[in-house]
Nanobody
């Protein structure tokens, strides 16, 4: 059974930092394309960042230069380092993995940035 479990969310003031983690079981992140998405209240779930085979990374324009996605293959964990947080970064952050053409989602972790 595949599970993705996010952690690290919380309440932070604007300008602060958080690091999100997504621990995987049942699949290997080293053999997957891994993504972070977020969903603000009343809005659709949007792409934030990804790390794919060859460790190619990609970011939404709104987070470039502030967020960094990475993975630790030994710990089978995906990370999202978020710096210089803004109120508009508030939302539920989800981990997503594509492994052998199947898509898996975590349950999400809430990030709230106060002004």
């Amino acid at each position: 059974q595949v599970q993705l479990v996010e952690s690290g969310g919380g309440l932070v003031q604007a300008g602060g930092s958080l690091r999100l983690s997504c621990a995987a079981s049942g699949i290997s992140f080293s053999a997957s394309d891994a993504y972070w998405y977020r969903q603000a209240p009343g809005k659709e779930r949007d792409f934030v960042a990804s790390v794919r085979s060859g460790d190619w990374t990609n970011y939404a324009d709104s987070v470039k230069g502030r967020f960094t996605v990475s993975r630790d293959n030994a710990k089978n964990t995906l990370y999202l380092q978020m710096n210089s947080l803004k109120p508009e970064d508030t939302g539920v952050y989800y981990c997503r993995a594509i492994h052998v053409n199947k898509i898996y989602w975590g349950q999400g972790t809430q990030v709230t940035v106060s002004s």
